[in-house]
Nanobody, 124 residues
Framework: QVQLVESGGGLVQAGGSLRLACGAS????????VGWFRQAPGKEREFVAT????????YYADSVKGRFTISRDNARNTAYLEMISLKPEDTAVYYC?????????????????WGQGTQVTVSS
């Protein structure tokens, strides 16, 4: 199975930017689709973005379209989430997830592999 580790979270002011990384180990990363999800205190985990195994298909939650960009570098076994124009409502723990089904999917239940999460806090 694949192990995932997120990095790049932190505290940023509203309007600022961050780039999250999701490093994979244990298996060849390229056949896996990758998703980013987030969970704020007291709320359910929600979909943010997903990318297919080849990078050719990407989907975004409406709340982040135009501000977040998902990408991947299969040679480096790493996926990224570039976040700009951050808002206080983006504050959450961000998780990356992977599925051996290489098709991009927005459904939490379709991802068997998860990282431990990285905190993103946006101050107003």
């Amino acid at each position: 199975q694949v192990q995932l580790v997120e990095s790049g979270g932190g505290l940023v002011q509203a309007g600022g930017s961050l780039r999250l990384a999701c490093g994979a180990s244990g298996r060849t990363f390229s056949p896996y689709a990758v998703g980013w999800f987030r969970q704020a205190p007291g709320k359910e985990r929600e979909f943010v973005a997903t990318i297919s195994w080849s990078g050719g298909i990407r989907y975004y939650a409406d709340s982040v379209k135009g501000r977040f960009t998902i990408s991947r570098d299969n040679a480096r076994n790493t996926a990224y989430l570039e976040m700009i124009s951050l808002k206080p409502e983006d504050t959450a723990v961000y998780y990356c997830a992977a599925t051996r089904d290489g098709s991009a999917t927005t459904q939490v239940s379709r991802y068997p592999y998860w990282g431990q999460g990285t905190q993103v806090t946006v101050s107003s």
